[in-house]
């Protein structure tokens, strides 16, 4: 099974307006973490934004926030007021064993969505 | 700019060749990690180290092999080149596994000819 579903491939928003992009993930690990990565035409991975399983409230880093269903096993990320600029492909990752000290860091990545703002 | 560096940005070869691809990781980070990404397997974690020791292994094949230098740097040396082999090559670094980043560099593009 995946571990880390994307199930849109592409998505048109209009500038100013928001969007929410789909991740939902499968893991039977307790402690895990869940990031979002957007990765612009000029192919650099870029950080947005992070959640801790155990974290109590929904991250939120500028524009960007994630909208976390634990039981439901998702993980949205929302961005705020789209820009021109937020036109790239956008990776839900996770990762498993937070807590089991092995110094791992092992992402596993989604397929991405394509988001391209239209103006 | 990630404070993650790799080189060379492009590199393009022929099948049955050797390449080297190198990675500087953030000042102080001590983890440096491997992920090739193809239009048909998407984002795969090659191989991780830690400070200078092997830690994880994932999808990497026997052809390729990587290591930590006592500087941290790393090297992900990839032989008897396939077409199948080109691909986007990032290196990212973390400090500390508790932390939520993890940074990457702007990646290698090998094209095998």
């Known amino acids: 099974a995946q571990k880390i579903t994307q199930t849109q491939p592409g998505m048109f928003v209009q500038e100013k307006e928001a969007v929410t992009l789909d991740c939902t993930y499968d893991?039977?690990?307790?402690?895990?973490?869940l990031f979002w990565y957007k990765q612009p035409s000029s192919g650099e991975m870029i950080f947005l934004i992070y959640q801790g399983s155990y974290d109590q409230q929904n991250a939120t880093e500028g524009r960007y926030s994630l909208n976390f269903q634990k039981a439901r096993k998702s993980a949205n990320l929302v961005i705020s007021a789209s820009q021109l600029g937020d036109s790239a492909m956008y990776f839900c990752a996770m990762r498993e064993g937070l807590r089991s000290g092995a110094g791992s860091y092992q992402l596993t990545f989604g397929k991405g969505t394509k988001l391209s703002v239209i103006p | 700019d990630s404070g993650v560096t790799q080189t060379p940005k492009h590199l393009i070869t022929a099948t049955g060749q050797r390449v080297t691809l190198r990675c500087s990781p953030r000042?102080?980070?001590?983890?440096v990690y491997w992920y090739q990404q193809s239009l048909d397997q998407g984002l795969q974690f090659l191989i991780q180290y830690y400070n200078g020791e092997e830690r994880a292994k994932g999808n990497i094949l026997e052809r390729f092999s990587a290591q930590q230098f006592p500087d941290l740097h790393s090297e992900l040396n990839l032989s008897s080149l396939e077409l199948g082999d080109s691909a986007l090559y990032f290196c990212?670094?973390?400090?500390?596994?508790?932390?939520?980043?993890?940074?990457f560099g702007e990646g290698s593009r090998l094209t095998v000819l």
């Open positions: 000042s102080g980070d001590l983890s």
């Open positions: 990212a670094s973390s400090v500390s596994p508790e932390t939520g980043e993890l940074f």
């Open positions: 893991t039977s690990d307790p402690s895990y973490g």
